[in-house]
């Protein structure tokens, strides 16, 4: 069974920077489009990133509205792992950060315990 481990959050001023990281265990990742996902409390969670498997070609990447510009995903997939760069953070932001495959493409994998990101001065 897959497990996702994500990593790398925490409490950042406005305008700072983090890159999360996640862990993706067991041979299903590389074929896998994976995306970057985030929930903040009492909304649902969204999708924020996704990259295509880069098996074929480059991982093509999208974004959502809110973080274009500001956040990049990548993916090492000799290291079944998949990255977020987030730059430029802002309050809204704030959120628990998941990765897995994505959702608009494929199913889900069982979902991790996330990452907490706070921005705050």
């Known amino acids: 069974q897959v497990q996702l481990v994500e990593s790398g959050g925490g409490l950042v001023q406005p305008g700072g920077s983090l890159r999360l990281s996640c862990v993706a265990s067991?041979?299903?990742?590389?074929?896998?489009?994976m995306g970057w996902y985030r929930q903040a409390p009492g909304k649902q969670r969204e999708l924020v990133a996704a990259i295509t498997s880069g098996i074929t070609s480059g991982g093509i990447t999208d974004y959502a509205d809110s973080v274009r510009g500001r956040f990049t995903i990548s993916r090492d997939n000799a290291k079944n792992t998949v990255y977020l760069q987030m730059n430029s953070l802002k309050p809204e932001d704030t959120a628990v950060y998941y990765c897995?495959?994505?959702?608009?493409?494929?199913?889900?994998?069982?979902w991790g315990q996330g990452t907490q990101v706070t921005v705050s001065s």
């Open positions: 067991g041979s299903i990742f590389s074929p896998v489009a």
């Open positions: 897995n495959s994505d959702w608009r493409v494929a199913g889900t994998m069982p």
